[in-house]
């Protein structure tokens, strides 16, 4: 097998951002199928993404500008549905990004949004290149 096995996400406080990330990959065709006091796991394609609190933390704040993952991009179907993802977003916790650019911010052939979330966290919502 090849691909991505699994993201896992540190993040210092869980019950700021469960309810944006929950929202945002149930969105994108994630299902919760993991649940404990510190964190959630959501599955999909075989990967599956986990945002944990967790106790080994260094620094409690997240920087996607230092050296590290700046941000993750998901697949968000059609042109229309990404459109109708980065439309909700705002009611869910995540702030719309280079808005004055959507949705060519990433170039004239990428068609996607991005958004951030309360604790700087940043996510790509791509669309399918073949679905004009």
């Known amino acids: 097998m090849r691909g991505l096995h699994h993201v896992e996400i ?3 406080r869980l019950d ?3 309810e944006s990330w929950s ?3 149930a969105r994108l065709g994630f299902e919760l199928t993991g649940e404990w006091a510190d964190g959630r796991t959501w599955t999909a394609g075989g990967a599956y993404v986990t945002v944990t609190a967790s106790p ?5 704040a997240h920087d996607r500008r230092r050296a590290g993952v700046n941000h993750l991009a998901f697949w968000g179907g059609t042109r229309a549905e990404v459109d109708a993802v980065l439309a909700d977003a705002d ?3 995540w702030r719309p990004l280079y808005q004055e650019r959507y949705p060519h911010a990433g170039g004239p052939d990428h068609y996607a ?3 951030e979330n309360a604790q700087g966290f940043k996510v790509e919502i791509v669309a399918d290149p073949s679905s004009q």
């Open 16 to 18: 700021e951002v469960v």
């Open 113 to 115: 949004g991005w958004a």
């Open 23 to 25: 929202w945002m990959l």
């Open 91 to 93: 009611a869910h916790g």
């Open 56 to 60: 080994n933390l260094t620094s409690s």
């Open 10 to 12: 540190w993040v210092p």
